[in-house]
């Protein structure tokens, strides 16, 4: 299993939760926090690579409005360190 913490568009969170309940057992998504847009994945080894697929897809849709960055933001879990966001979606085993 590969976990993700994400941050996007809060007013997206609805509609990506859906898109991913149509590649059932794809991932699973849970909030972490609305206001803030961050969400966590948690994603089967073997999917891996088309959870990728389908976050570059759909990516533009997702992005947080901060206007400079189109690609989603990634975020550090809340309980390590905060780094600056970068264009590259951190993961943990």
Do not use: C
């Amino acid at each position: 299993m590969h976990t993700f913490f994400l941050r996007i568009r809060t007013d997206r969170i609805s509609l990506f939760r859906f898109l991913l309940e149509g590649y059932d057992g794809l991932a699973v998504l849970s909030t972490v926090d609305v206001q803030q847009g961050l969400v966590r994945l948690i994603v089967p080894k073997d999917r891996y690579g088309e959870l990728w697929r389908l976050l570059a897809a759909i990516s533009g849709e997702l992005a947080p409005e901060n206007g400079a960055n189109t690609a989603l933001q990634s975020v550090q879990p809340p309980q390590l360190p905060k780094q600056p966001n970068s264009p590259i979606i951190r993961h943990s085993y």
